[in-house]
């Protein structure tokens, strides 16, 4: 486990990649110059690149993804039995995987019922906002659909997640955007826009949604979209 790749020729698979890949946020004119990195293999808490470099991998495969680590035989051994048995089918239809994750999901959500499974964080969000919107048309009318999303959250890369999307750097030139999003003001402490710290900080910033709330009209607003810890936007614990 040296991150010596079994291709002996890596500078064709950094050539490749140079030419061929649209990274995911990172600017790429750096790779003009230099060789945009190549995470090669990982084991446990560490990763090599293409140069044979061990990293130790402080941000979970760089997006906070890898929890459980790098290498790991066993569920590398269920998830190769279960391709075996079987691959894919249809959501439409259950599977044996499918129903005993679930349940154990459950188990670790008390006051909820039921799993939907998707391919990403941005997805989940997608089906959060179209939950949102339905009850709003089966229950209320259609007039419930509004959805606040707060400053500095960030919520995926699609345009409705965008739309909730606190960061307006990221969000910046992918307008127009997904109607009926309103913004509600960060809790970031170190930032306080209110002059008031610690408990009472807190106690403006919820009060804040209130009002946004009551301003939008509590009769239109159909959810709030939150980081419970905003990550992206700064590892922002919520002040007390
Ligand atoms: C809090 C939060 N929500 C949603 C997403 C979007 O997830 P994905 O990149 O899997 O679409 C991310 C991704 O970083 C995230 O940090």
Known sequence: MDGTPRDNDISKIVEADRAHIWHHLIQHKPFETNEPRIIVEGKD????DQNGKEHIDGVSGGVWTVNVGYGRERIANAVRDQL????????AAGSVPGSIFAEKLI???PGLSRV????????ANEKAFKMIRQIAHKRYGGKKNKILYRDRDYHGTTISTLSAGGQDERNAQYGPYTPGFIRVP????????W?????????RAADAIEEIILAEGPDTVGGLCLEPVTAGGGVITPPP
């Open 45 to 48: 808490m560490r990763v090599w």
């Open 84 to 91: 075996l048995k079987l691959n894919y089918f249809a959501g």
């Open 107 to 109: 188990e670790k959500m």
């Open 116 to 123: 939907y499974y998707c391919n990403s964080g941005s997805e």
């Open 186 to 193: 960060h809790c970031l402490e170190y930032r306080a826009q």
């Open 195 to 203: 002059g008031l710290s610690g408990e009472e900080y807190g106690q």
